[in-house]
Structure formats: structure tokens, C-alpha cells
């Protein structure tokens, strides 16, 4: 005994195509913001990239990765944001310190600055010297005007802050004793008309009779 084919095909012809479907939904889209994002707050439309086309339901991402969904667009200029989505972010962990990268090319010498003198006002400068070459500089008032090719330009001030008060000095030696002086001239007075010698120009009060007598030079 034994399985025998009878000629007979019980698969028929292929069928027509179906028709379409409908048309899905559009996609959310993800819009980058260059701020920190809030919970539940306004979002400025300037701040995010790309700003438009924006949408209800479309995601906004912040400068430190958290996820947030616009839940309405208040105008042209402002979307409102829900609270944070929870578990979602698109910053990763800290990666590794890269590399240190190799030295740069030596920059080009600078130009030394030459003070060649001061004025009082920077009008005066200019009146002296209505140009000058590659690092001329004066002082005027304390501040720096260096030559910069076109013009005299102030760099700054050169004259530091008041430095705090220095301590008190140690007191100083006593000088020497001077001489003695002569004996000056001034009034003496008694009774009675006055004896005895004194410095010439000496004067002297009789008390009994108020004269005055002078010692002078024989």
C-alpha cells in the first residue's frame, strides 16, 4: 500500500491587492532648549532649537538632559511645559577625562611699551605728539595712553592702591646738651637808689620813689 496522486489542486489563483490603510497619526517632536526648564512652567520659543513647527505633545529637552512635554502653546513666542517626565534623560554619565592635547604653536612676540614722559591731560598729549610708533606711551594724570597704531589709547591705571600706614619709627637719640647762655637783661628792684654792677641795659624800680634807673656804660 502506498500514497498515490490524484491530479486534483485545491489552491486557487492569487487575490487582488487590499486597500490602504489610514493615515497614522504625525510624530512628536524633540525640541532642544539652550536653559534650565521648570516644572510646570512657560518655555520661551527663542530658547529651543529647532523653535518651529512647535506642538502640543511634542518633548523638550533641557541643558541638563531632563524631559519635559509641551502641554499647550500659549502663542507664537511661549509654550507651556508639564512637570518632568520621571526616569527619562537624555544626559549621560560623566565620561572619562580625555587626553591631554599637544602644545600649541608659539605665539608672536609682544611689543615692549617705552614711557617716554607725562602730560596732564590727555589733550595735551595729543597736542604734542599727534602720533607716535609702536610703543610709545605716556603717563597722564597716572593712567597709561600707549600708541596703538591710530591713535593714543589708555590702557589703565599703573598707580596701585595707598598701601596700608607703615609702623611707628623707633624715637631717635637726645642731642647734645648746648651752651649756656648769656645772661639776659631784665628789671630788679629795691629801696633806695640801687648799688652793685649789673649787665649793661639792666633796669631797676625804686619802690620808696617809682623812678627807673638804667645801668649803663661808663
Known sequence: MAWQATGGNLKGPKGDN???GAKGDAGKSLHVANITVSDNSDVSVSALSPATPIAT??????VDGRLFTVSSVVN???VHVSNQIDGVTFKGPKGDKGEDGKPGADGKDGTGVNIKGSYDSPDALKQEHPTGASGDAYLVAGALYVWSGSEWTNVGSIQG???PKGADGTNGQD???G???TNGLGWTWGHGVPSGSQPVGSLYLDLDSGDVYSYTQD
Open 175 to 177: 642731642g647734645r646738651p
Open 161 to 163: 592702591p595707598q598701601g
Open 57 to 62: 505633545g511634542d518633548l523638550i529637552s533641557d
Open 76 to 78: 507664537g513666542d511661549t
Open 179 to 181: 651752651k649756656d647762655g
Open 18 to 20: 487590499g486597500a490602504d
